[in-house]
């Protein structure tokens, strides 16, 4: 059975990536889009963090951690992938502002076309095997096929059969969660995923990493005094990234079998399930704080 899981990992990601953002495009209408006419310098802030800070914070992590190039890997492509739809329904959760966020990872979803195989590119090619190229076509294909074109038709779903689009997105993104569950027993029982032969010190490095991020995301809006809503969206957006991208990115460019792929696979699973944490206490966080608002 896990042979079978190995021999057809990247069509596991794939699917998991397509049902995630089939999910997302049923939720959502070109005025989405518009509303970031009303938030303007929210949302500029929040792109601004996305495309420099994140990358930034994980250079000096690849830079000065002197950690493993997997995990080094690992964090580069978790700088490079935007937020994804569990962030929109954090930010629902949090009392934050939910057009500012899905119009932050509709827009960071749509330019990931160009800026991920950039930012894998500038973070991690001196990591990389001498002779390795990195597969910027590929990547920027994957992500039309399997990431776009999906938001596209759940898009065109919500516009033209409204009354079935909520039981689709329902469908999109529990469909995604079970095909998580699959990949995480396939690499499991494969023996691709060792906690033991990764180490305390990897597993910490990681949470260091997703603190920063949270730290950033909270410190920022508060000193530009931007409303707490808009604060919410942004906190949320930064910290919970798409790791429904990174797995198949991971699948695309480390299959079973190479050298760095075990050690990539564990940092972007384990990020993924310490993001969930995190937002459940940025959660719980931003109710409050609207609440005192309020009061």
């Known amino acids: 059975m896990f042979s079978f899981y190995l021999t057809h990992e990247y069509w596991f990601a794939a699917a998991q990536l397509s049902l995630a953002m089939l999910g997302m495009g049923a939720t959502l209408t070109l005025k989405d ?65 939910i057009v500012l966020s899905i119009a932050i990872t509709a827009i960071t979803t749509i330019a990931c076309l160009v800026t991920t195989p950039i930012v894998l590119n500038l973070l991690i090619s001196q990591h990389m095997p001498a002779d390795f190229i990195m597969p910027v076509g590929r990547i920027a294909f994957e992500i039309c096929l399997f990431l776009l074109l999906p938001l596209f038709i759940g898009m065109v779903i919500f516009a033209k059969l409204p009354n079935q689009a909520e039981m689709i997105s329902k469908f999109g993104i529990y469909g995604s969660i079970f095909v998580i569950a699959l990949i995480v027993i396939g690499s499991a029982g494969a023996g691709r ?93 931003n109710r409050r704080v609207h609440k005192h608002i309020k009061a």
Do not use: C, W
């Open 33 to 97: 889009f518009k509303a970031i006419i009303k938030t303007p310098r929210a949302f500029a802030i929040g792109l601004s963090l996305q495309f420099v800070l994140v990358p930034l914070a994980a250079f000096l992590f690849i830079t000065f951690s002197g950690a493993t190039a997997g995990l080094l890997i690992g964090l580069a492509l978790l700088a490079a992938i935007p937020g994804g739809t569990v962030s929109n329904i954090f930010t629902y959760m949090g009392k934050g502002n």
């Open 193 to 285: 995923l060792d906690l033991g032969s990764f180490g305390m010190t990897n597993v910490l490095l990681i949470l260091a990493f997703a603190l920063t991020l949270l730290s950033l995301s909270v410190i920022i809006p508060k000193l530009l005094r931007l409303p707490a809503k808009d604060g919410t969206a942004i906190q949320i957006e930064i910290t919970v990234r798409n790791t429904n991208l990174g797995l198949l990115l991971t699948a695309s460019l480390f299959p079973p079998g190479h050298v760095l792929g075990g050690t990539v696979l564990m940092t972007v699973l384990l990020y993924g399930a310490m993001m969930l944490l995190l937002g459940a206490g940025l959660i719980l966080y």
